[in-house]
């Protein structure tokens, strides 16, 4: 078989059963070869963007890699900023770059470019295939190198003549390592300053955040041995009734700052030290209060929940996990607000849902409108490269069919990979977006203010305002075949979301904000 | 003044006008900034490779660099491929990446990313700005960098805080040399291979496609010297009535091969070496005959016009241009077709039109359509990352707000950078959009038929169809503000052209054609 074929075979047999693609013509082999191996479904996405992020979506969800098949530099390109969430998220990901024959680029064709440069910004792993012989041993390796705990994105860049060149064929899966076992020195040293009995923060990421590690740190926490924090943009995090309940760090610094202000000890499980977004002139970088020691538990591709477990049960051995109670915010009535579409979200938050969220500044209430809704899990923008949520939904659906996903979007966030409701058409994936539509790019506006003795003046607010010319969210969605609505007022939301979760297939419902200020 | 102002002053100082921007935290300075330096227009794009895209346009068109504003790593990534375009085009242009602040980095916040990476791989010119002091130097250098001919994309990357920081002040533009004259070596040994009275072809490229370059290739070809073509992409040609007409080199390699078959010499003014756009199994990469001596008369950064009126001097002294002769299709009845809706645009195509062409296969018959409509320019998909239509009109058109632009599109190229419609509403530039709608990637469909032994079955079919949905692209101009109208029928796409030609402000036309199969 050629190589192409052999790939794709190799693919599926480690795991990988889907492949979001936008190909040309150097990929047209592998294209070609989706024919005679079904077992690996082809999706096509209008715009690499959308079919990182949907990559994305699919990993974080399955827990096993899709893969992205993208066109040279300039289609890896397209896809580089969900792959930097990819990348922070952790995910497993395998991206398949089709490049031009070994021996045409030296020609420099018009579409050459440094493939290599541009997938290590990206990528934990990244080899271009040399010979039909051995291409499926490198889809292996690239497999078993995403789902290297905690995953990754491993990028496997793919010769045209090694694609339709034969004389190939699969190669088994290789070993996945397990997430490490921490070693009981390093649960020690946490208990042992968990138990001096100063102020203690743990700090969770990653798999801490799905429900084991979430109990056994409420244990913690329902012991008085510390607070929990959650990282501030989880990959996904499992949440709503009868999960013990964590709150996020705040993005500013300045809120940050206030939640672990006292703290003697900072637990890092599963997470990173805690650094602001971004610096600000006089502040600090590092979240770290002064006199505070850090102590790592467990990195994120460690065995985090059983790192937990085992720190409870040294500290806190008798107590028990603190589930979050049911409870739903009232449907509210009224013009509709950031405030109140989140009360209407947690009040009709499907059981099981899956939240890809890129509200922004308008997501503010979402948090404590949805803590106590019927369990799901909460997806978010790990690596700050808007432009995530609905490729991010359209993965999370095709992973995960018989859930409903719901896409939280910014407004001028959405605009990035809007195509991607396009894909969401097409494949009539169970997802319904909600725009929050204040038309602006309201966080720009917040670090304008912020600039203090920099006055912002119409140019500068110019460059942040999104209302010249208004966008209609509910024609782009019909143009892309995506049923749409329009609601001004907090009624008027609950009963398009109602309708939109009750209806199979995709729905969009632009929630008309008042303008940002 | 701090280092966002001085940077912004010392671009106007060079030329640099505008501005396209898609900002975020990190250049909140450089924003402000814009306020005080009114010289610089600032021009929201809602994606970065619109902002790319049209810093492309407006510097093929003004011969000088416009910006583009990007944001941090991803940001860049974004705007890539449509830098990529520009790079083959030689395009003059200033890429400006805010970054964080010089002593955040080693925090590795979440948008953390090797910009450097991405940056090299599109730009002849890159530097980190290290301190207030410099940054005047660093963007006067960055504009001279990207003003050498032929033109090319220079980077600055510019950290928070040196954006911030006071201390800083405007640096005087840089001296910019001029293309070179070609030595008379050079000249004589071209002229010795026409006078040689062996075929010959002279392939004309870059600034050899400017009227003076075409008018002093057209005495040699009057001559009986050798046979003109032009490079297959051209950044920007000049053509019409009144203007020596040249063929563009195919983009299929047998079709190019046909066209260079039997020339014994080929003198490249201003082009590259032809070759193959995509390598296929058994075809040579080179485009060059068999037996065809290859001779540099002039390289893109050269004088390519002086050095063609110097051969002409030489070789075809009485020799006068041949000016295309005017000329326009009739105007064609019946359902609609790429064949009759390019016989409207020759139809109607107004004088000074700048046409933005990324109609793909379904431009085929364009520029016989148009070759004897009066004298326009004509921009190409330069380096074959598709998503440059729209954007690059976007800047045409703000550099030159007196002429038409027109942007030929292909539907599935469309959507890449689909939003660029935003941008020409908020402008409210004179932009009319014909999308060439065949619900297909047609060229794909091509290509799966070339690979020939590979039977293309139904996965890989699905994978190139893009009528499951349709998109319907009046709805989505509709969205972003730009009035929009379907035509089914010639005389309908004829009526609805005059009118967005005659009505100021963009129009985007849904040219609804078969199916392509």
């Known amino acids: 078989m050629n190589g192409a074929e052999a790939v794709l075979r190799t693919l599926t047999g480690c795991g990988v059963s889907a492949c979001f693609a936008n190909p040309g013509t150097s990929e047209m082999h592998l294209v070609a070869a989706l024919d005679v191996v079904p077992e690996l479904r082809g999706v096509l996405c209008l715009f690499e963007g959308v079919a990182t992020g949907a990559a994305d979506g699919?990993?974080?969800?399955?827990?096993?890699?899709?893969?992205?098949l993208l066109h040279l530099g300039p289609g890896l390109a397209n896809g580089l900023a969900?792959?930097?969430?990819?990348?922070?998220?952790?995910?497993?990901?395998?991206?398949?770059?089709?490049?031009?024959?070994?021996?045409?680029?030296?020609?420099?064709?018009?579409?050459?470019?440094?493939?290599?440069?541009?997938?290590?910004?990206?990528?934990?792993?990244?080899?271009?295939?040399?010979?039909?012989?051995d291409a499926g041993a490198d889809a292996a390796e690239a497999a078993a190198a995403a789902m290297t705990p905690p995953g990754g994105v491993a990028t496997l860049i793919l010769p045209a003549d090694v694609s339709w060149s034969e004389g190939a064929e699969p190669a088994p899966?290789?070993?996945?390592?397990?997430?490490?076992p921490v070693p009981g020195?390093?649960?020690?040293?946490?208990?042992?300053?968990?138990?001096?009995?100063?102020?203690?923060?743990?700090?969770?990421?990653?798999?801490?955040?799905?429900?084991?590690?979430?109990?056994?740190?409420?244990?913690?926490?329902?012991?008085?041995?510390?607070?929990?924090?959650?990282?501030?943009?989880?990959?996904?995090?499992?949440?709503?009734?009868?999960?013990?309940?964590?709150?996020?760090?705040?993005?500013?610094?300045?809120?940050?700052?206030?939640?672990?202000?006292?703290?003697?000890?900072?637990?890092?499980?599963?997470?990173?030290?805690?650094?602001?977004?971004?610096?600000?002139?006089?502040?600090?970088?590092?979240?770290?209060?002064?006199?505070?020691?850090v102590h790592v538990l467990a990195e994120a591709g460690d065995d985090v929940a059983g790192a937990l477990a085992g720190l409870a049960d040294l500290v806190a051995p008798d107590a028990r996990p603190l589930p979050q109670q049911p409870g739903r915010p009232a449907l509210p009535d009224g013009d509709l607000t950031a405030e109140n579409a989140a009360a209407v979200i947690g009040a009709l938050l499907p059981e099981a849902a899956i939240v890809c969220d890129e509200a922004n500044t308008s997501g503010l209430w979402l948090?404590?409108?949805?803590?106590?809704?019927?369990?799901?899990?909460?997806?978010?923008?790990?690596g700050g490269?808007?432009?995530?949520?609905?490729?991010?939904?359209?993965?999370?659906?095709?992973?995960?069919?018989?859930?409903?996903?719901?896409?939280?979007?910014?407004d001028g966030s959405a605009m990035y990979t809007i195509s991607a409701l396009w894909t969401h058409a097409r494949e009539q994936l169970d997802i319904t977006t909600v725009i929050f539509s204040n038309r602006r790019y309201a966080i720009l506006g917040m670090e304008l203010d912020r600039l203090g003795a920099v006055s912002a003046g119409p140019a500068a607010r110019s460059l942040i305002d999104l209302s010249r010319p208004g966008i209609d969210f509910t024609a782009l969605a019909a143009g892309m075949g995506v049923p749409a609505s329009r609601a001004a007022t907090a009624p008027e939301l609950?009963?398009?979301?109602?309708?939109?979760?009750?209806?199979?297939?995709?729905h969009l419902i632009e929630a008309a904000l008042p303008p940002a200020v």
């Open 58 to 68: 699919y990993g974080r969800m399955a827990g096993r890699p899709a893969a992205a």
């Open 82 to 133: 969900n792959l930097h969430n990819a990348r922070r998220a952790g995910t497993p990901l395998v991206t398949v770059v089709g490049d031009h024959a070994s021996y045409h680029k030296r020609f420099d064709a018009p579409l050459e470019s440094d493939i290599e440069a541009l997938a290590g910004a990206v990528s934990g792993w990244v080899r271009r295939a040399a010979r039909p012989a």
């Open 173 to 180: 899966a290789g070993a996945v390592r397990a997430p490490a």
């Open 185 to 293: 020195e390093m649960v020690g040293s946490a208990a042992a300053a968990l138990r001096s009995g100063e102020p203690s923060v743990i700090l969770l990421g990653g798999a801490g955040l799905r429900r084991p590690g979430l109990e056994a740190a409420s244990r913690l926490a329902a012991a008085g041995a510390a607070r929990l924090l959650s990282e501030t943009f989880p990959a996904r995090c499992e949440r709503g009734a009868g999960i013990p309940a964590v709150e996020r760090l705040a993005y500013l610094a300045e809120f940050a700052s206030a939640q672990l202000a006292g703290a003697r000890h900072l637990i890092l499980a599963g997470a990173r030290r805690p650094v602001s977004f971004f610096a600000y002139p006089g502040q600090p970088s590092s979240l770290v209060p002064a006199g505070c020691q």
């Open 367 to 382: 948090a404590g409108a949805t803590a106590g809704a019927p369990p799901h899990d909460w997806l978010t923008l790990t």
């Open 385 to 410: 490269a808007i432009g995530q949520g609905l490729p991010l939904a359209t993965g999370a659906a095709m992973a995960c069919p018989d859930r409903s996903v719901i896409a939280l979007e910014a």
């Open 494 to 506: 609950a009963a398009q979301f109602r309708h939109a979760l009750a209806e199979p297939g995709p």
